[in-house]
């Protein structure tokens, strides 16, 4: 019994949601996306599946909740990607654009246009960002103003009509009897009139414009003849009062035509080319009112929605023509404008922009269509931007936008364009100036050329009497700058420019004058001889130096090995530090100086010793006692001294080799506090002279 009852209980969970996806997808059909996102939701959070999520995510899609939608787009590429329609990818990427997240929605459309089969689509890409860089350059093009009449609902579509302003709204609280459209569950769109002394007044009446013409459907996109007796305007399938619906039971939009009867709209009829099966919408005048422009999903078409035309004469209508892959894509083009000056603008999320619907404008000559550019900042953003009109004289007009910062969902705008759309590459500049390097001052006809990356000659120039050059070159580059001169050396420099519009790049250079060259490669050369030359001074000196060391130490060493041989005679000995030739005692007579008898044989034994060693110098030191006057004994002692050299110059050694010094009684041997403390024979010790050799 109980396993009976859980198989009752499961079959009728899988009954029950069966249900909800068969309602769910049904809502979803008949584009009832606020009904069908609360049945997704459910399913997606119980038993998820590609089409719940596909689904959920269009109908947040389709109701402009991006926030929603992205999460299950990302949801849906993460986890049901195998075979996915690439216009999922793209979906996402404007979602991603409306959240402001334009570096990953560029990634996700790269991947999204490398899916196609068109192998140019990606190089398109790649170009049309170029493009809209460059429009997003120029920055604001027009003055925009959001109007007080606008509400929390929606409000779009306005144009000037003799002193009022006729555009479509929804009532602000739906009554209890007003019908709700399930796509937004809003109430039914209805054209209405501000008088234009009121549309800047928050307090401003809206007016039924006109009653005869409402009804319980949509009414929306009027646009009226310059005479003012022929209305177009956009309503749902509409057949004898009742809603029109097809097969799926969807009420397609129409286009239709009144005319002004005795002050009141009437003659209301369907145009020929309408449909139950496909909708057309939003008509538009050309400026000789003999082409009316629309938009339509009719068999032809290139994508979702696309912009045609019809011929009008006297009423009648020719067959409807697609303007072609030039004006339209395989997205939605809608909400065509044709100017005074003979201009087509409509919006378009075919092309590249901002996010959602931009409005684009493209140049009708000769029946032909120009180049579509978008209109630029700030008329288009992130989200839905649609339903522009401009009088070219004026330079003023109005659009509709459903961006942030707005009153609710679409908002009316008056603008006023003040500049005009004339889209530049990106571009920069290279200038400098080319100056001599030694006196700083600009030379004049220097030859600067510029090569692209490929090193190929791009443009050349001469600099003028300041010395300066200047290039005009593209952004995000890089390029050599080569400078020349004759006489001079020349030189280079690599630049690469970046994303900044009309930067300069500094490129300038200094060259060197071949003269100052030659005069200094000449002062170089004379430094060179002036250096080689000091060194070898230098050399020189220190060869000397060392030489003069050499013969020092042989000196020294001929020094020491003399006195060691000095040191074995008998006649020398070592006191302290000084080689003395032993003698015996020379005597003076007292106050006396000339040389004994007795003592000649002594300082002949000097004489020997130096006849033996020809290099010996040999100072004679004469001392006196302390007794007499200090002056007296240094004059004294210096005559002995002298004395004695005499005898030795004259017995034949040369001068040179003695010197005779009298050091009177400053150093004594013995010393005499008084002349009476100390004995004959220690004066006579103190008395005496030395013979102290010199050199050796």
């Not at 809603?243 to 002050?263: C, P, T």
């Not at 080319?273 to 939003?282: G, K, L, M």
């Not at 001169?485 to 490129?507: C, I, P």
């Not at 300082?603 to 004469?622: A, H, Q, T």
Request: aromatic share 10%; hydrophobic share 35%; with cysteine.
């Amino acid at each position: 019994m109980k396993k009976l009852l859980v198989i009752i209980f499961v079959f009728s969970i899988q009954f029950i949601n069966a249900q909800d996806q068969e309602r769910a997808k049904r809502f979803f059909d008949r584009t009832y996306y606020t009904e069908a996102i609360q049945l997704y939701e459910k399913i997606v959070s119980e038993r998820p599946s590609a089409e719940a999520v596909r689904n959920l995510a269009d109908s947040y899609y389709y109701t402009n909740d991006f926030k929603n939608a992205q999460r299950y787009y990302r949801l849906l590429i993460k986890s049901y990607n195998q075979d996915l329609d690439r216009n999922y990818y793209f979906k996402f990427a404007q979602t991603l654009k409306g959240t402001n997240s334009y570096e990953e929605a560029h990634t996700v459309l790269k991947e999204y246009y490398s899916k196609s089969i068109n192998a140019q689509d990606l190089a398109k890409f790649e170009s049309d960002t170029k493009i809209l860089e460059n429009v997003s350059a120029i920055g604001n093009r027009y003055e925009i103003k959001n109007l007080a009449i606008n509400t929390e609902n929606s409000e779009f579509g306005a144009v000037k009509h003799n002193d009022s302003l006729i555009f479509a709204a929804v009532k602000k609280k739906p009554g209890l009897f007003d019908k709700v459209y399930k796509w937004d569950d809003e109430t039914y769109l209805n054209l209405v009139s501000v008088p234009m002394k009121n549309i800047n007044s928050r307090d401003s009446i809206k007016y039924y414009f006109p009653k005869e013409l409402k009804t319980s459907m949509h009414e929306s996109n009027v646009i009226f003849t310059k005479d003012g007796k022929t209305i177009y305007f956009t309503r749902n399938n509409y057949k004898n009062g009742r809603r029109g619906k097809n097969e799926e039971k969807v009420s397609n939009l129409q286009i239709f035509k009144a005319e002004l009867v005795n002050g009141k709209w009437t003659n209301v009829t369907s145009l020929p080319f309408n449909s139950d099966n496909y909708s057309v919408e939003h008509p538009a005048l050309s400026s000789d009112e003999k082409t009316l422009y629309f938009a339509s999903d009719m068999p032809g078409t290139l994508g979702s929605l696309d912009i045609f035309s019809v011929a009008v004469n006297e009423g009648a209508f020719g067959t409807p023509q697609n303007l072609g892959p030039e004006i339209n894509t395989d997205k939605r083009e809608q909400f065509p404008f044709v100017s005074k000056d003979n201009k087509l603008y409509f919006s378009s999320d075919g092309h590249l922009g901002y996010g959602s619907l931009d409005v684009f404008v493209s140049e009708i000559k000769n029946k032909e269509y120009g180049k579509v550019n978008n209109v630029g900042l700030p008329v288009n953003s992130n989200l839905d931007d649609f339903a522009f009109n401009i009088d070219s004289d004026t330079k003023e007009g109005w659009f509709s936008s459903n961006r942030t910062g707005g009153k609710g969902s679409d908002d009316i705008y008056q603008l006023k364009e003040t500049k005009d759309l004339i889209i530049e590459d990106c571009k920069q500049f290279i200038a400098g100036i080319i100056t001599d390097v030694d006196t700083k001052l600009p030379l004049e006809n220097a030859v600067v050329v510029l090569q692209d990356a490929a090193k190929k000659q791009i443009n050349s120039a001469k600099t003028s009497a300041d010395g300066k050059f200047n290039f005009e070159i593209a952004c995000e580059s890089s390029y050599t700058v080569l400078a020349s001169k004759e006489k001079y050396t020349s030189n280079s420099k690599a630049v690469f420019s970046g994303k900044t519009r009309d930067y300069s790049n500094d490129a300038s250079m200094a060259l060197k004058s071949l003269e100052a060259i030659k005069m200094e490669n000449q002062k170089l050369e004379q430094e060179k001889k002036q250096k080689e030359a000091l060194a070898l001074i230098a050399l020189k000196e220190t060869e000397n130096k060392e030489k003069e060391k050499e013969i020092a130490q042989a000196e020294v060493n001929k020094k020491e090995k003399v006195n060691q041989i000095l040191v074995q005679e008998k006649d020398v000995v070592k006191e302290k530090d000084r080689l003395i030739i032993k003698t015996d005692p020379i005597y003076f007579d007292y106050d006396l100086w000339y040389i004994r008898k007795e003592s000649k044989v002594i300082l002949n034994r000097v004489f020997d010793l130096m006849k033996k060693y020809p290099e010996m110098v040999v100072e004679i030191g004469s001392h006196t006692d302390s007794r007499g006057d200090f002056k007296y004994n240094a004059e004294l002692s210096g005559k002995r001294a002298q004395s004695t050299k005499e005898y030795l110059v004259e017995s034949g050694i040369d001068a040179k080799r003695i010197i005779a010094k009298g050091y009177g009684e400053s150093v004594p041997i013995i010393k005499c506090k008084t002349e009476e403390s100390c004995s004959e024979e220690q004066h006579e010790l103190n008395r005496r002279s030395e013979f102290v050799i010199k050199n050796l």
